[in-house]
């Protein structure tokens, strides 16, 4: 899950993605030395994250590479893949979503899914109607959600709850 949430109405592109394709550039900027590409990691990585507008500078940064210096193909190749991905996804806003405390990374959202969802509906033998899951997986949420289950309770107290109003 490569884009997962909005920042400002833009899409937040999950930050490990983008640095799996930095890895490919640090290895074609620094193709002899370990130590150097973690050193190139380090930095371009926290600048992307740092920094508003990181993305297009490091673009232009990649294409620079690429032309005049001798790659091998494998190098080459994994830094034009960077490139393609960087220009086909340069709404990377990780410094507005950190500012907004939101995650920059899938692995929450992939988590919750694979908790709430997978482990509830596809058990063996598991068989579900659409609104059969929309109420289950509704309910899953409140008691997966820290005091929305009370929360919830704490309505139904108040305000009742009428079989009549519940659609079938």
């Known amino acids: 899950m490569d884009v997962f949430r909005a920042v400002d109405g833009y899409p937040s592109l999950d930050f490990y993605h983008a640095s799996q394709y930095l890895d490919r550039v640090a290895k074609a900027v620094h193709p002899r030395s370990v130590d150097a590409q973690k050193i190139w990691m380090k930095e371009h990585c ?3 994250k740092h920094e508003i507008g990181a993305a297009a500078r490091l673009l232009i940064e990649m294409e620079s590479i690429l032309s005049p210096k001798r790659l091998s193909t494998t190098h080459r190749d994994g830094l034009q893949d960077a490139i393609t991905y960087f220009r086909n996804h340069h709404q990377m806003r ?4 950190l500012s907004h405390h939101l995650p920059i990374g899938s692995g929450v959202t992939e988590a919750g899914c694979k908790v709430i969802i997978k482990a509830r509906l596809c058990a063996a033998g598991m068989r579900w109607k659409e609104r059969g899951a929309a109420i289950v997986l ?3 949420t409140l008691t997966y959600s820290q005091g929305r289950w009370q929360q919830f309770w704490s309505k139904i107290n108040q305000y009742g709850f009428n079989l009549a109003e519940v659609q079938h």
């Open 138 to 140: 509704s309910l899953r």
């Open 94 to 97: 990780y410094t507005q979503a």
């Open 46 to 48: 926290h600048t992307l």
